[in-house]
């Protein structure tokens, strides 16, 4: 009976991590496309998130809920026998909030910690492209870039506040992520 038991557990535990698993790549079907262009002393930044918003990120929107996209953004360099080398930092936010008596949706964007934009608007597709798309941002110089150097620029996202709750966030705070690789030339 003991053995029974056992097997269940052990096939109620199998279907756990089969269900998580399908949780993930679920997710996984959104990307950032990300875009570098060393120019004039910067590396500057494109990227922006494909898809649309899942459906509890939208309904935390709509709730009236201060909902930012934070995401990483850096420039690393590969190393053979050990961690890849983080070159620059920098980070990039976009926040929405829903005002449920006005219908309008005041957005707004930072770079590290530093306000860049707000705006107010009515129109959904306007905020979608506010909080996902990101053109040109000269976020690094390139002065301590070394020429004919193979480096990768590396995106990471996430939403705040978390509307789901998934076994890969024990290992990593980030919802999804892009990468491009560049030569640098000057």
Known sequence: MSFRRTSRNVVLG??????????VLAV?????????????????????????????V???????????????????????????RTVAAAT???????DTLTRTFSVSRSYDGRMDRADSTENEDVVHDFLTRFDRLP???????????????????????????ALWSLWDRH???GVAKFTYIP
């Open 14 to 23: 199998a279907a756990a991590w089969v269900v998580a698993g399908a949780t």
């Open 28 to 56: 996984a079907g959104q990307t950032i496309q990300v875009t570098p262009l060393a120019r004039e002393g910067r590396v500057m930044v494109s990227f922006h998130l494909s898809d649309g918003f899942p459906v509890d």
């Open 58 to 84: 939208t309904d935390a929107i709509h709730s009236g809920l201060t909902t930012t996209f934070a995401y990483d953004v850096e420039i690393k360099r590969s190393a053979a026998f050990w961690f890849d």
């Open 92 to 98: 990039v936010s976009a926040s929405v909030k829903y």
């Open 139 to 165: 976020l690094f110089s390139s002065a301590g870039l070394e020429p004919s150097v193979e480096y990768y620029l590396r995106v990471r996202a996430q939403t705040t506040p978390h509307t789901s709750w």
């Open 175 to 177: 919802d999804v992520a």
